[in-house]
């Protein structure tokens, strides 16, 4: 019997082998992995600073462990090279390997950010443990970091950082942080409450060059302006990686194209997690991650179960003003109803009928979470 390949030991792959095994104990599964296969959750990266926890301190259970613990094979520092559908193989540096199934869950990875200029090789972007290790190495002694991207990774690393005794300028192209999220006045209450904190907002602006400079670096914006900065850190987001299955000829769009079942345009293989576009929705949430390891592994194991989404709002770790986002359906009707009080906006995207489509909360409004999903699952 030739095993279910999982390519990946992210949140995805890891979860999904769980999941499997929840089910089905006897069926071979090989998990094949670039990097050593450590578990650990990359959530937790954006906000592991300021609690003084360290890349050693986030590793959970080593490749060794996960293999004995899942009763699984996982081949480590091993590089898938292409995939043969037709033959139902895949090519690696250590040589061929045969599936019965095959799961992408690959992960993205960072936009590159384009600068120009002497410092560019010093620019960082977080995306994985190893990331994580070199990040926190450059800040050792450090003082001043520029953040480029003021999305929802940046935004939490902009909290981390300051409150881990950094001074944080923030460069965002839009008008106020997380836009596509969010509306303006909650956008702008996150907004000032990091500043509040003590992290300097550069709106409108996107980063242009990065040059050496007496002992750090030199930011030069795109209006001319100079920022000072010890540390660069790159966070204006991250392309799903499709690569591998395109050489393949799988459809991809944002991500790997698949269906409910989250299978792809190949006889069995399979795709979930930040890699996954399913029926046209890249979601790279963990929600979205947990919901969709849970459907494939039951479909894996001989119960085909299609993804449904539950109501899944997106939780911004940002202590310093917090965050509960439900954006509504792409090309959903209607618009936002906001309310602003002194502690926190209340946000409702409402249609025509009244009927709520989606929920921005900050603040002291995060606290009706849990009564807006119900009325959404109504």
């Known amino acids: 019997m030739h095993p279910i390949v999982i390519v990946g030991s992210g949140l995805a792959g890891y979860t999904l082998l769980k999941e499997i095994r929840k089910r089905d104990t006897s069926t071979p599964v090989t998990l094949v992995t670039a990097d050593d296969g450590v578990f650990y959750s990359k959530p937790n990266l954006s906000n592991a600073l300021a609690a003084g926890r360290s890349a050693t301190a986030l590793a959970g259970a080593s490749a060794q462990k996960m293999a004995a613990d899942q009763q699984a094979t996982v081949l480590t520092h091993t590089r898938v090279t292409a995939i043969d559908t037709q033959n139902q193989r895949v090519h690696t540096g250590s040589g061929a390997l045969d599936y019965g199934k095959l799961v992408l869950a690959l992960g993205a990875d960072p936009i590159p950010h384009g600068l120009s200029g002497n410092g560019t090789a010093a620019v960082l972007a977080v995306n994985d443990l190893a990331d994580y290790a070199v990040f ?55 907004a000032d409450g990091l500043a509040a904190l003590g992290v300097t907002w550069h709106f409108g602006r996107t980063g242009r060059s990065v040059e050496s400079a007496d002992a750090g670096y030199r930011v030069t914006l795109d ?109 959903a009707s209607g618009g936002w109803k906001v309310e602003c009080g002194d502690t926190g906006i209340c946000a409702l995207h409402v249609d ?6 989606g929920f921005a909360l900050t603040g002291s409004e995060t606290g009706r979470r849990n009564t807006l999903v119900k009325e959404l699952a109504a």
């Not at 999305?151 to 950082?161: K, P, R, V, W, Y």
């Not at 997380?178 to 303006?184: F, G, K, W």
């Not at 025509?352 to 489509?357: A, E, F, V």
């Open 136 to 190: 926190r190495d450059a800040l050792d002694g450090k003082k001043r970091v520029t953040v480029l991207g003021g999305g929802l990774i940046g935004c939490e690393f902009a909290n981390d950082l300051v409150h881990a005794g950094f001074t944080v300028d923030v460069v965002h192209l839009g008008a106020w942080p997380l836009e596509r999220l969010l509306p303006a006045e909650a956008g702008r209450r996150l």
């Open 352 to 357: 025509d009928n009244g009927r709520l489509q």
């Open 223 to 331: 209006n001319g302006d100079t920022l000072a900065a010890d540390v660069v850190l790159s966070a204006i987001g991250l392309r799903p990686r499709t690569q591998l299955a395109q050489a393949a000829g799988i459809p991809v769009g944002r991500g790997i194209q698949t269906g409910r079942l989250l299978e792809t345009g190949a006889p069995n293989v399979y795709a979930l997690g930040d890699c996954a576009e399913v029926e046209g929705q890249n979601l790279p949430y963990v929600q979205p991650l947990m919901v969709q390891a849970r459907a494939l592994a039951a479909t894996l194991t001989g119960t085909p179960t299609p993804v449904v989404y539950p109501a899944m709002p997106v939780m911004v770790k940002t202590p310093a003003h917090p965050v509960a986002v439900l954006p509504p359906r792409l090309g």
